[in-house]
């Protein structure tokens, strides 16, 4: 991987902390953010030493948007033809580990659906959500409209999208949005937390649990209880599954290794 020049990586036991760094921009997505951030991912994936991603930005912002200046001359055939947004914007959503977004301060237009594309937010209380594209003239474009009605239901979505108006963390949580709120001490720790503990269980049985929830959001009960089923007995073909059953009736930690 090039040396990267807006992201700062850490390697911690089983897991990677990437901190978006773009202080002057208060952590605004740009074409080379989302670049580096596909590129640590890809590498990630084929880590069989990563088993989660913390992301997070800056005690003020996780990132307050899309780089608006980046963006502002472009042509309708421009976009088009560079697929802009969509081209480098899903590497998280695609990532098959957990990723945990630890959101302090602004996560705004490109910010919220960047944390929405993630598995677990951890929001300290200083957070702040919102999908502010209408008071530009324009729509989310990172897939922030769809996957915020999920997350919150129509009501709420309406309300933020066509208003501009930010939402709390005790909102956000209170909508389905966050999955935990911290002192703003502490939010980073919490992730850190959350990782190292599923860092812990085996890597096939996190992958499979994570596919059945995202399943959830995209197809009938009926298809994703199917689903859920089969994946279910796979798993009964591994021997973590073996070793996880039997340290369980032995009353002993379990030691996963991944198959």
Known sequence: METLQTLIVEREAGYLVVRIHRPEALNALNNQVMDEL???????????????????????AFAAGADIKEMASKTYAEAFREDFVTRNWEAAARFR??????VAGFCLGGGCEL??????????????????????????GGGGTQRLTRAIGKAKAMDMVLT??????????RAGLVARITPLDTYLAEAKRIAEQIARQSPLAVMMNKEMVDAAFETTLAQGVLFERRLFHSLFAFDDQTEGMAAFIEKRAPNFVGR
């Open 97 to 102: 580990k957990p990723i945990i977004a630890a």
């Open 164 to 173: 501009g108006r930010m939402i709390g963390a005790v909102e956000a949580e």
């Open 115 to 140: 944390a929405m594309m993630c598995d677990i937010i951890i929001a300290a209380e200083t957070a702040k959500f919102g999908q502010p594209e209408i008071n530009l003239a324009v729509t989310p």
């Open 38 to 60: 596909t590129a640590v991912f890809s590498a990630a994936e084929a880590a069989p030493e990563v088993h989660a991603v913390v992301l997070t930005g800056s005690d003020k």
